[in-house]
T-cell receptor, first 112, second 111 residues
Framework: DADVTQTPRNRITKTGKRIMLECSQTKGHDRMYWYRQDPGLGLRLIYYSFDVKDINKGEISDGYSVSRQAQAKFSLSLESAIPNQTALYFC???????????FGNGTRLTVT | QKEVEQNSGPLSVPEGAIASLNCTYSDRGSQSFFWYRQYSGKSPELIMSIYSNGDKEDGRFTAQLNKASQYVSLLIRDSQPSDSATYLCAVQGSGTYKYIFGTGTRLKVLA
């Protein structure tokens, strides 16, 4: 029973294509995040949103954009995919400041 | 200096032993600390949160926090092969949105 659901689970795309990764949650949390994970680099924050009208850049937002369609939905887009965006992408939610992050199942993205 | 540092491992322990995982952090104002377990290719799962100095126990897991020395550790008692995973330490500073993750320690429990 996934409280934070990501689609697709796997995606292979070509350089230059625009793609969207979707995240939806049933936890009722206002705060949502997008991270990417690369071997040896850990989890790095791309964007975060504390409510529908609040969108903020994280540490590695270049080449990405997001949309918060509703409290429960937060999508990540790659404007024009490039091979170094090949990574594991995670959506996460949190209830409040100082609360733990709850992660979705992840999307494995490969850009060829 | 990295903001959150963990030994990458692998840390190998025999089944039934205690596994000790350590994490140091650089922001002295950090208030919230989390341990996650991550199996290869899967998402991080929360094991424990800790906010105050001292020990916090949950089943076979004990988190230890020492803010003066800026470290947090995770002990796993009676380690099982199913505990073999990468363990991520995450730290959140005071009044900030930012969760800083270490790169993780890979634990191998040998049957």
């Amino acid at each position: 029973d996934a409280d934070v659901t990501q689609t697709p689970r796997n995606r292979i795309t070509k350089t230059g294509k625009r793609i969207m990764l979707e995240c939806s949650q049933t936890k009722g949390h206002d705060r949502m995040y997008w991270y990417r994970q690369d071997p040896g680099l850990g989890l790095r924050l791309i964007y975060y949103s504390f409510d529908v009208k609040d969108i903020n850049k994280g540490e590695i937002s270049d080449g990405y954009s997001v949309s918060r369609q509703a409290q429960a939905k937060f999508s990540l887009s790659l404007e024009s995919a490039i091979p170094n965006q090949t990574a594991l992408y995670f959506c996460a939610t949190s209830e409040a400041n100082n609360s733990p992050l709850h992660f979705g199942n992840g999307t494995r993205l490969t850009v060829t | 200096q990295k903001e959150v540092e963990q030994n990458s491992g692998p840390l190998s322990v025999p089944e039934g032993a205690i596994a000790s995982l350590n994490c140091t952090y650089s922001d002295r104002g950090s208030q919230s600390f989390f341990w996650y377990r991550q199996y290869s290719g899967k998402s991080p799962e929360l094991i424990m949160s800790i906010y105050s100095n001292g020990d916090k126990e949950d089943g076979r897991f004990t988190a230890q926090l020492n803010k003066a020395s800026q470290y947090v550790s995770l002990l796993i008692r009676d380690s099982q092969p199913s505990d073999s995973a990468t363990y991520l330490c995450a730290v959140q500073g005071s009044g900030t949105y930012k969760y800083i993750f270490g790169t993780g320690t890979r634990l191998k429990v040998l049957a």
